[in-house]
T-cell receptor, first 113, second 113 residues
């Protein structure tokens, strides 16, 4: 069972570079979301989607873009990376819109120099 | 605004002791959902429980139990007879009808053998 798959697991960027964190799920979940985890801050919602073609902002959306062209995929784009975006990123999906159990990917550790 | 507070940043207990992790939440919605997740040292996020706002029954699952009290806006988690494998960061979370999840800052539990 693949569940939620995130790639890459580790990435080092220089300030100003762009990159995309990939997220794919094979559970046919309509709801997908991205979080960042920083020490002492818990998990904070960046963007979420309730279905293909629909995205919305969470608590900390600045500096990140998302799109949802298929049910399975929900990539997170950093257009111009900044050191403040150094974090661990988690993708999660849910079968019950925004109220059900979240299934998380293994996380992606991003360092911006 | 929705908010989840986990005032206990770090807790250490000796193996076989009982330990309670506190969670206090704020929301204006009458319909909402509460969750607990475990993050062991390996870093993945593991779902433990989901409870909706209309179900105040306490729940027990093995050594784990949860106490939901709407009167005090609390959803506390107790581990009975703690074990070394319980060492992890535990997150309490809230979701509302707005499709967003709000996580607390987490409680790091260390069980000393």
């Amino acid at each position: 069972n693949a569940g939620v798959t995130q790639t890459p697991k580790f990435q080092v960027l220089k300030t100003g570079q762009s990159m995309t964190l990939q997220c794919a799920q094979d559970m046919n979940h309509e709801y997908m979301s991205w979080y960042r985890q920083d020490p002492g801050m818990g998990l904070r919602l960046i963007h979420y989607s309730v279905g293909a073609g629909i995205t919305d902002q969470g608590e900390v959306p600045n500096g990140y873009n998302v799109s949802r062209s298929t049910t399975e995929d929900f990539p997170l784009r950093l257009l111009s990376a900044a050191p403040s975006q150094t974090s661990v990123y988690f993708c999660a999906s849910s079968h019950d819109s925004g109220t059900g159990e979240l299934f998380f990917g293994e996380g992606s550790r991003l360092t911006v120099l | 605004a929705q908010k989840v507070t986990q005032a206990q940043t770090e807790i250490s207990v000796v193996e076989k002791e009982d330990v309670t992790l506190d969670c206090v939440y704020e929301t204006r919605d009458t319909t909402y959902y509460l969750f607990w997740y475990k993050q062991p040292p390996s870093g993945e996020l593991v779902f433990l429980i989901r409870r909706n706002s209309f179900d105040e029954q306490n729940e027990i699952s093995g050594r784990y139990s949860w106490n939901f009290q709407k009167s005090t806006s609390s959803f506390n988690f107790t581990i009975t007879a703690s074990q070394v494998v319980d060492s992890a960061v535990y997150f309490c979370a809230l979701s509302d009808t707005g499709n967003q999840f709000y996580f607390g800052t987490g409680t790091s539990l260390t069980v000393i053998p």
